[in-house]
């Protein structure tokens, strides 16, 4: 009889270690599927940015390209953002848009070359921080 009490123990002990072990790997994987869901969006950002360069330096022939980029910009700073509540990457998705809003308001207001540096720097820091 003991012999088999201690069978349903070490039973028991094997089952209870199995579900904390594989509670363990889906956080861990849960954590690494949220960053590289970060990085690749981070990843298509870069060029968005890429394209918004393009857009603006044409933007005598085609001043909806622009706009476009920009739009594609902060539609991948909404999938990031929904994705994570890391506060380093949240403050580079505000940063990133932060600079999209001001590219869009300086080309509302006639500029044709409104400054990019800041929008190529923020999305630099936010696959830095995705990256991390």
């Known amino acids: 009889m003991a012999v088999s009490r201690r069978r349903r123990l070490t039973a ?9 072990l594989t509670a363990g790997l889906a956080t861990g994987c849960d954590s690494v599927d949220k ?4 990085v690749h969006t981070a990843d ?6 890429t394209g918004l360069q393009q857009a603006v330096e044409n933007a005598a022939n085609d001043p909806t390209r622009a706009d476009d980029s920009l739009n594609a910009i ?16 949240n ?3 505000d940063d990133v848009k932060k600079a999209v ?17 800041p929008v190529t720097d ?4 936010l696959t830095k921080v995705c990256t991390k």
């Open 12 to 20: 028991a002990a094997v089952v209870a270690a199995t579900v904390a």
């Open 35 to 38: 960053a590289l869901d970060c």
């Open 44 to 49: 298509s950002i870069a060029d968005n940015v």
């Open 74 to 89: 902060e539609k991948n700073l909404d999938k990031i953002g929904d994705k994570t509540d890391h506060t380093d990457v």
């Open 91 to 93: 403050k580079a998705v």
């Open 101 to 117: 809003d001001n590219v869009r308001t300086a080309i509302r207001n006639g500029d044709r070359t409104p400054d990019l540096n």
């Open 122 to 125: 923020a999305a630099g820091e």
